[in-house]
């Protein structure tokens, strides 16, 4: 089979557990670009920080960004942008803050979050970012904040300090707010998109623009986010490091983030195939 397009993951993907980036990684992309293969990010990461990395590889391909709800190269031009409407924001971030949950609501440029004063592994995670290119604005009441000022963002996350909690607000969420999706992880942690948000319609919306189909494109990733677009894709790749439930999705399961297992998959799925021309857009 002659694979066209190459989509992975960022975090226990494409970067170690320590988020450095191996210099076998970035040669191997290169080694794939050279046969003609078109490489692209999917990733949860906001635009700006996958960008980042994206300019690392020398990648300037159409990105897939917060899990599939931002699809662009040009942060100012994107090939689609799927939002939560103002009125569920508005509806979902008053329950949220009445259930006592750290809310995150992430644009494509900025994000907003309700200020944490006690949970420092909390912190840790809704910090991630770089405030240079992705301003993070702290306010001590969401709601408020969101009635004033209306935003109709990509994602929102909300940390919780334990399971029981993240249960109870996830089945809750589900049965008040239909035109919505949310996921649960197992760091405590819900997502919520627009209905039908996913890095696998992501990948088909994008294979269908430049012209590739899903049994041509190989996807690699390490999460739950990640599984259907395994599932779907021509070759789908599950790293060592992967959740148990992604790995029985995968058609292969290479080594972990933390022994090269890109490098070494793009190596071995590529190094027989010609090089090939594919328009670049």
Not at 24 to 34: G, L, M, N, P
């Amino acid at each position: 089979m002659v694979y066209k397009l190459l989509a992975l993951d960022i975090d226990g993907t494409i970067l170690r557990t320590n988020h450095r980036m191996d210099k076998r990684v970035k040669d191997a992309i290169e080694y794939v670009k050279q046969k003609g293969v078109y490489v692209t990010l999917a990733t949860r990461r906001h635009f700006a920080s996958a960008k980042k990395v994206a300019k690392a590889l020398k990648l300037d391909t159409i990105l897939i960004t917060h899990n599939g709800a931002f699809m662009a190269s040009d942060i100012d031009d994107p090939l689609s942008e799927i939002r939560i409407s103002q009125q569920d924001v508005e509806g979902i971030v008053q329950f949220l803050e009445k259930s006592n949950s750290h809310v995150r609501i992430k644009h494509e440029r900025f994000s907003l979050a309700n200020r944490i004063k006690q949970n420092q592994e909390i912190i840790a995670k809704m910090t991630i970012g770089d405030p240079l290119f992705y301003p993070i604005n702290f306010t001590d009441d969401l709601n408020e904040y969101v009635n004033e000022s209306p935003v109709s963002p990509l994602q929102i996350e909300a940390f919780f300090n334990n399971e029981a909690d993240r249960r109870a607000i996830y089945e809750t969420l589900q049965l008040r707010f239909p035109n919505v999706d949310v996921r649960h992880y197992t760091d405590n942690r819900l997502e919520i998109v627009a209905k039908h948000v996913s890095k696998n319609n992501a990948l088909n919306d994008l294979g269908e623009y430049l012209g590739i189909n899903c049994d041509e494109m190989v996807a690699v990733g390490d999460s739950l986010a990640d599984m259907d677009m395994i599932r779907e894709a021509g070759l789908g790749v599950a790293m060592g490091n992967a959740h148990d439930a992604v790995k029985k999705h995968a058609d292969w399961i290479t080594r972990s983030n933390d022994q090269n297992g890109v490098a070494y998959m793009m190596k071995e799925v590529f190094r027989k195939q010609l090089r090939m021309q594919i328009h670049s857009l």
